[in-house]
Every structure is written in C-alpha cells, then in structure tokens.
C-alpha cells in the first residue's frame, strides 16, 4: 500500500491550494526582518576587507491555512548576520501575543544592531538574550538558525532545531550544518516552557572564498528538496543566469510545489518512510506513532505542506 504523506494521517495534508503572493523590501540601514509575510529582499550587500562582499535575498511562504496572517518562520538578514525562526505549529499559543518566532527575529536584529555578532559564543549569546525577551512577551515556540559571517571569511552558524544551511562551491555541497532533533517531527526548539536551549543548537565554522553561494532554509525547503534539485538552481548563479534575488525565490517556490505533489519522492517521505520500517522491524507500536494500523507493508511518498522560508548568499 503506498500512501502519500501529505495526504491525510498526521504528516501532512496536500491539496491543490493557489498561495496569494504579496512582497515587501527592507533596506540595509534597517536590516530585514521578513516575518508573517511573502517576502523578498533585494540588493543587500556589504563590503568586507579585500573586496569581499556578500549579496543577499530572502523568500518567505507561508503554509496555505495561514497565508491570511503571514505564516510561523521569521528571517533575519542584517549586514553580516542572518538568522531563519521557524514558529513551531504545535506549540500552544495564547491569543493577544506575538509569535515567538516572529520576536526572536525582531529581538535578534535589535541585539545585532547594538553589538557586534561575530563568534559562535556572540551567536549563542545574542540567541540566549533574544529567547529570555520572548520568554517574557511571546507565545509559541521556535527553531532558531543564526550565522554571522565576520571579515576574515569564515562563516560561522549556531542551530537549533530542523532549519539548515548549506555552503556550495563549484556546484558541489561542501560544508552543511547538522540538525538537531528529539524525534521525528520533535526538533530542538526555544519556548518558555521548553529545556532546550541555544547552546544546545549544533554549530559550524567554515571559510568561505569567493563565488560560494550558502542557502539557509526553514525545513520547509530542505523537507521538500533534495540536494541535487538546489544545485540544478544555484548552477545558474554560477553560470551567471540568476541573481541572488531570483534564487531565492526559485527555491521557496519549488518546495511550495513540491510540498503539494503527493507522490513526490522527497526527504521527508524518505524519513517517514525510514521511521515506520525502524519501527516495524523493533515490534513498537505503529499505530501509537500516527500510522495507521495494517499488517499491509506501506510505502509513503509525498510532500509535506509547511511554511517555507529561504535566505540565499552569495560571496563576491
């Protein structure tokens, strides 16, 4: 039996739904805070030393229940320091509060602006002091990925949860951050009511050199697309056919698409797929899991519906 993930037992819903697209800019004095919206941002560079710049986009859609209020992932691109907040569905909210990760966003562009983020320590501290802000005046809960990238190159990020990042070169992947998950569909997450914390959040240090392109993602994106499919896109900044702008739209979109394609072969149909059959070979509860109770082998395909946020960089 093959079923396909998003078509109806608790990973996922597809249908063939038609996103209302709107887009904002936000300038570089004021960095850019793309939360609760569709959301694209052009042109934001910034001069390292030996004529080392960075341009940057991002791409914000949110999932199709809640295009009317933005959506749960905020992203942050400020001149060196970038962050992608994926509100957490599940999380218990209270009404008359902003999403949490909509002000750990707000909150960690104040701090960037304030201070000077740099090393993985000034990452987790500035994360630490935007998680205490939201503890106290926001509801939900969040995945958190933040990478600053400092004037001797080296591109360093700190994440928690299931959002991910990626560094190509020569259209080859060669350096990536690693997630961080309790379980399926159970990420590392920041919220008042949670343990987990910001120096729980796997880190990286990379040196970038020119011509690297780096796709940070919400696990909207790299749930939805495999690598090949985000080389076949980046080839074109390569080869000089795309601009950042536009890459960072073709990658949210095509995992929107990908997302409602229920025999879509994806990572996350591969992982579900990998959890039933780990679940059925050690004799656990299928049905105390979300699948549904056969003695049928099930084969799960699909894509899986969430908000999608992308950040595309590229060195220069």
Same mark, same amino acid.
């Given at each position: 039996?093959?079923?396909?993930?998003?078509?109806?037992?608790?990973?996922?819903?597809?249908?063939?739904?038609?996103?209302?697209?709107?887009?904002?800019?936000?300038?570089?004095?004021?960095?850019?805070?793309?939360?609760?919206?569709?959301?694209?941002?052009?042109?934001?560079?910034?001069?390292?030393?030996?004529?080392?710049?960075?341009?940057?986009?991002?791409?914000?859609?949110?999932?199709?229940?809640?295009?009317?209020?933005?959506? *749960?992932?905020?992203?942050? &691109? !400020?001149?060196?320091?970038?962050?992608?907040? #994926? $509100? %957490?569905?599940?999380?218990?909210?209270?009404?008359?509060?902003?999403?949490?990760?909509?002000?750990?966003?707000?909150?960690?562009?104040?701090?960037?602006?304030?201070?000077?983020?740099?090393?993985?320590?000034?990452?987790?501290?500035?994360?630490?002091?935007?998680?205490?802000?939201?503890?106290?005046?926001?509801?939900?809960?969040?995945?958190?990925?933040?990478?600053?990238?400092?004037?001797?190159?080296?591109?360093?990020?700190?994440?928690?949860?299931?959002?991910?990042?990626?560094?190509?070169?020569?259209?080859?992947?060669?350096?990536?951050?690693?997630?961080?998950?309790?379980?399926?569909?159970?990420?590392?997450?920041?919220?008042?009511?949670?343990?987990?914390?910001?120096?729980?959040?796997?880190?990286? *240090?990379?040196?970038?050199? &020119? !011509?690297?392109?780096?796709?940070?993602?919400? #696990? $909207? %994106?790299?749930?939805?697309?495999?690598?090949?499919?985000?080389?076949?896109?980046?080839?074109?900044?390569?080869?000089?056919?795309?601009?950042?702008?536009?890459?960072?739209?073709?990658?949210?979109?095509?995992?929107?698409?990908?997302?409602?394609?229920?025999?879509?072969?994806?990572?996350?149909?591969?992982?579900?797929?990998?959890?039933?059959?780990?679940?059925?070979?050690?004799?656990?509860?299928?049905?105390?899991?979300?699948?549904?109770?056969?003695?049928?082998?099930?084969?799960?395909?699909?894509?899986?519906?969430?908000?999608?946020?992308?950040?595309?960089?590229?060195?220069?």
């Amino acid at each position: 039996m093959t079923l396909g993930i998003a078509a109806g037992f608790g990973y996922g819903l597809t249908f063939g739904y038609v996103l209302q697209e709107q887009e904002i800019l936000s300038s570089k004095l004021s960095s850019a805070i793309a939360a609760q919206d569709i959301s694209s941002v052009e042109g934001l560079h910034y001069e390292h030393e030996h004529e080392f710049s960075i341009r940057a986009a991002s791409k914000v859609i949110p999932h199709f229940e809640k295009v009317a209020w933005g959506g *749960e992932d905020a992203v942050y &691109t !400020g001149e060196n320091v970038f962050g992608i907040f #994926d $509100g %957490v569905s599940g999380a218990a909210k209270f009404e008359g509060y902003p999403l949490y990760s909509t002000t750990l966003a707000r909150r960690f562009s104040v701090l960037d602006n304030e201070s000077d983020i740099q090393s993985i320590k000034d990452l987790v501290e500035a994360l630490v002091q935007a998680k205490y802000y939201a503890d106290e005046f926001a509801t939900g809960a969040s995945t958190a990925l933040v990478v600053s990238i400092s004037k001797d190159r080296i591109l360093r990020a700190v994440n928690v949860g299931d959002s991910g990042l990626i560094v190509i070169r020569n259209n080859k992947i060669v350096s990536r951050t690693l997630p961080k998950s309790h379980e399926l569909d159970m990420p590392y997450q920041l919220s008042q009511d949670c343990t987990d914390h910001p120096r729980d959040g796997t880190t990286l *240090e990379f040196e970038l050199k &020119t !011509g690297d392109i780096i796709v940070m993602a919400s #696990d $909207g %994106v790299f749930d939805n697309v495999h690598d090949r499919q985000i080389l076949s896109l980046t080839r074109g900044v390569s080869e000089g056919e795309t601009d950042v702008n536009s890459l960072a739209e073709k990658i949210a979109v095509l995992a929107n698409n990908v997302s409602y394609d229920i025999n879509a072969d994806t990572p996350y149909s591969r992982a579900v797929q990998n959890e039933y059959d780990n679940l059925k070979k050690e004799g656990r509860s299928l049905s105390s899991m979300g699948f549904p109770a056969t003695s049928s082998p099930l084969v799960f395909k699909g894509g899986k519906l969430d908000d999608i946020s992308c950040i595309a960089l590229v060195c220069s």
